[in-house]
């Protein structure tokens, strides 16, 4: 098991519905990555923080919000998703920018289906 | 549009050959490249990183840089049932994004 978490590793709702994905690491990391992995399609970088500072929103619909309440945290907020955004969805961690070596590390991920 | 390349596969070897992973890039700015391995319903695991022109061993796995031809690769040694699974290369551009392939998906008959 890796040094990042995520809660919980499965999630059913509706399309009415609001959820709240969550991940802590563990590693002292900076930086902290939420991606979206849809079937045959690569992983796609949905938001970056670093710092606890957004620095990346990848032309990601509204309907997903992310939090960073401190660099060991990061959430991702759901509510009126569609069918079409059911995914594994992945939190990430490195050290951050300015590492040569910067390298990410992944945690289990939550497998989301939206009815 | 930065992409990185990869033959979807299955790449499909006999236990206890060499499997050979290939990936092409297209941003020359690239500095750092990664492959990880991902089973199925699991999250991606790092099994190396490589950042100089050359060959890089650990263990029985030896990743291959290549920047004037953007190819990156990633050979595995006696190859093992256990070794099935997708393999990931990344590229991370001039800035700090991870930029993913597809993905090819190994297969070690037994």
């Known amino acids: 098991e890796t040094g990042v978490t995520q809660t919980p590793r499965h999630l059913v709702m509706g399309m009415t519905n609001k959820k709240s994905l969550k991940c802590e690491q563990h590693l002292g990391h900076n930086a902290m990555y939420w991606y979206k992995q849809s079937a045959k399609k690569p992983l796609e970088l949905m938001f970056v923080y670093s710092l606890e500072e957004r620095v990346e929103n990848n032309s990601v619909p509204s309907r997903f919000s992310p939090e960073c309440p401190n660099s060991s945290h990061l959430f991702l907020h759901l509510h009126t998703l569609q069918p079409e955004d059911s995914a594994l969805y992945l939190c990430?961690?490195?050290?951050?920018?300015?590492?040569?070596?910067?390298?990410?590390?992944f945690g289990p991920g939550t497998r989301l289906t939206v009815l | 549009q930065k992409e990185v390349e990869q033959n979807s596969g299955p790449l499909s070897v006999p236990e206890g050959a060499i499997a050979s992973l290939n990936c092409t890039y297209s941003?020359?700015?690239?500095?750092?490249f990664f492959w990880y391995r991902q089973y199925s319903g699991k999250s991606p695991e790092l099994i190396m990183s490589i950042y100089s022109n050359g060959d890089k061993e650990d263990g029985r796995f030896t990743a291959q840089l290549n920047k004037a031809s953007q190819y990156v690769s990633l050979l595995i040694r006696d190859s093992q049932p256990s070794d099935s699974a997708t393999y990931l290369c990344?590229?991370?551009?001039?800035?700090?994004?991870?930029?993913f392939g597809s993905g090819t998906r190994l297969l070690v008959r037994p």
């Open positions: 990430a961690s490195s050290q951050g920018r300015g590492s040569s070596t910067d390298t990410q590390y």
């Open positions: 990344a590229e991370r551009d001039s800035s700090y994004k991870l930029i």
């Open positions: 941003d020359r700015g690239s500095q750092s």
